[in-house]
């Protein structure tokens, strides 16, 4: 049965809008939930919302074998019990069944749910509310009666999170009555430019396409080419950029020393938040065990290329309160001397 589940979702409400302006994020070196995409970020009631999310590691993008989403809304009643360790299992399930939600569906990579009834929820006098998304995904090896299981797998979270063998985050839907509501950016190209190097049009793959595994290949196999140790620019254009250029934010995250020393902490992004953003590539390191240079050859397999490094950059619409849109866009640099 599923119990103990209030208490790790409460420190993710704590926590979790901390982690997009954590500095040391423009150098990925561990598993990380990079974003969770909820399409649209603000819904109407009744409406169906897509999600969706972003994992990586120092390798690259992960494909996780195992995850639980819980797009329910604790906020209330049951997160209010002097002993939350003793929310059982029936309680959550009122909830599974109050939003229509089967548990075993939310084991899916992505999910796609209906916002309750307006009735459901508390609005403020801007006529909005929220509905907090809550992720887990298993980055360890967990036994596989574990990973098929809803309730199997959230008797043991918080041993989980604990351990590091589950990466847990959220993010807060909007729930609203308004005519046209906040979408998340769209990201129409990405270039690269810089001295000495002609501006470059870059493949990418975006949170908002359909084939993401196929068009991610497509953009390993196409990666911008650079010299090592050299600064270039990487230039984004967002869909109504010039209405939106005060609200966007971004983040810039690589999997790139940034520098000669393969073992630096520092990213090439050095922590700076620019759509126009500077990158020093590092320098050209030869195949150690387990990798291969894979220059020129279709089918790469970035996570073992010691020169191909994937570069993410996370953007959020936040110019409006109580509104969070975001997206993803992804590519790849190939460092050559």
Known sequence: MIKRVIKP??????????????????????????????????????????????????????????????????????AGRQDPDQHEMDELEKMFEKYGIDPSFLLQPAVEFMTGPAEQYEFDKDGFSTQPVSLFVAVGDLPEDVTADVGKFMSKVEEYIE??????????????????????????????????????????????????????????????????????????????????????????????PGGTDADSKESGFGGFRKRDQPFQTPGSFEPGDGETDQTGIKNVNPRTDPNLYPVWVIIRNSGVPNQLGQSWAEFYVRVTP
């Open 163 to 256: 351990s590091g063998d589950v990466k847990s985050s959220f993010r807060t839907l909007i729930i609203s009555n308004r005519h046209e509501k906040n979408t998340n950016p769209v990201v129409l190209s990405i270039t690269a430019h810089g001295d000495g190097f002609r501006e470059t049009d870059i493949s990418f793959v975006t949170s908002a396409d359909d084939d993401i595994a196929g068009k991610r290949q497509e953009a390993a196999d196409d990666p911008v080419i650079v010299k090592p140790e050299t600064e270039i620019f990487f230039r984004l254009e967002i869909e109504n950029q010039k209405e939106q250029e005060d609200a966007l934010l971004y983040q810039w995250i690589t999997t790139s």
């Open 9 to 78: 979702l409460l420190m993710l409400m704590l926590f979790s809008c901390e982690q997009f302006d954590d500095p040391t994020m423009s150098a990925l070196k561990k598993p990380e939930i990079l974003s969770i995409v909820l399409d649209p970020p603000e819904a109407a009631p009744g409406e169906f919302v897509r999600a969706s999310f972003l994992l990586a590691d120092g390798k690259g993008p992960i494909q996780a074998d195992s995850v639980l989403w819980l797009p329910v809304d604790i906020s209330g009643e049951e």
